[in-house]
Nanobody, 127 residues
Framework: QWQLVESGGGLVHPGGSLRLSCVASGFTPDGVAIGWFRQAPGKEREAVSCISSGGVNTKYADSMKDRFTISRDNAKNTVYLQMNSLKPEDTAVYYC????????????????????WGQGIQVTVSS
């Protein structure tokens, strides 16, 4: 059974940093891309970033590409999302997701592409 578990969330002041982790089990994540999404209260879920299976290719939402960095350590079955210069509008529940399969070197920021989702982790940016 595929499972994704997020960690590393919490409360941070504006301008601060957090690093989220997404640990995969039940499958070999080095064969699939991983995406990060988020959902703020009262808003639809939106894409944050994705990374291809080998980590070569990444994509970011425009509002985050200068502040967030996605990376992966396949030896640890883990994908990371480093978030810097956090703003109150970054407050949301963050989810990682994996597709059933993915072409090498490709990832998508489209939700419908993803098959398995984590339970989400709360990130709150507030003074």
């Amino acid at each position: 059974q595929w499972q994704l578990v997020e960690s590393g969330g919490g409360l941070v002041h504006p301008g601060g940093s957090l690093r989220l982790s997404c640990v995969a089990s039940g499958f070999t994540p080095d064969g699939v891309a991983i995406g990060w999404f988020r959902q703020a209260p009262g808003k639809e879920r939106e894409a944050v970033s994705c990374i291809s299976s080998g980590g070569v290719n990444t994509k970011y939402a425009d509002s985050m590409k200068d502040r967030f960095t996605i990376s992966r350590d396949n030896a640890k079955n883990t994908v990371y999302l480093q978030m810097n210069s956090l703003k109150p509008e970054d407050t949301a529940v963050y989810y990682c997701a994996a597709p059933l399969r993915s072409p090498g070197g490709y990832c998508s920021v489209g939700e419908s592409w993803y098959y398995t989702w984590g339970q989400g982790i709360q990130v709150t940016v507030s003074s």
